[in-house]
């Protein structure tokens, strides 16, 4: 089955980077777009960033642009969220998720809950101010 495994989470001061991983497997990975969410508790889950199964278009929530960067390597089956100059607001548990739709054209990039069909079990980010 999917599986789908985050890493790289972590206590951080404010200022300061992070490299989230979300390692795939149990699915043609370079078929499907991904993204990235967050969830603090009593709230719902967000989106932060997605990525095409190409990788050739990106798409940010606007608290992050210019700080955060989505990635991947097909050839890894992995993807990646480089997160700059972090904020105490950022604290949440990070969650990878694959879209639910193959090959999913570039100009239609997934961004809703509703598109994505697998996630991980989440990693802790905190920063402390």
């Known amino acids: 089955q999917v599986q789908l495994v985050e890493s790289g989470g972590g206590l951080v001061q404010a200022g300061g980077s992070l490299r989230l991983s979300c390692a795939v497997s149990g699915v043609s990975f370079g078929m499907y777009g991904m993204g990235w969410f967050r969830q603090t508790p009593g709230q719902e889950r967000e989106f932060v960033a997605a990525?095409?199964?190409?990788?050739?278009?990106?798409e940010y929530t606007e608290s992050v642009k210019g700080r955060f960067t989505i990635s991947r390597d097909n050839a890894k089956n992995s993807m990646y969220l480089q997160m700059d100059n972090l904020k105490s607001e950022d604290t949440a548990v990070y969650y990878c998720?694959?879209?639910?739709?193959?090959?999913?054209?570039?100009?239609?990039?997934?961004?809703?809950?509703?598109?994505?069909?697998?996630w991980g079990q989440g990693t802790q980010v905190t920063v402390s101010s």
């Open positions: 998720a694959k879209d639910i739709v193959p090959i999913r054209p570039s100009d239609e990039i997934a961004t809703e809950r509703f598109e994505f069909d697998s």
């Open positions: 990525i095409t199964f190409s990788g050739d278009n990106t």
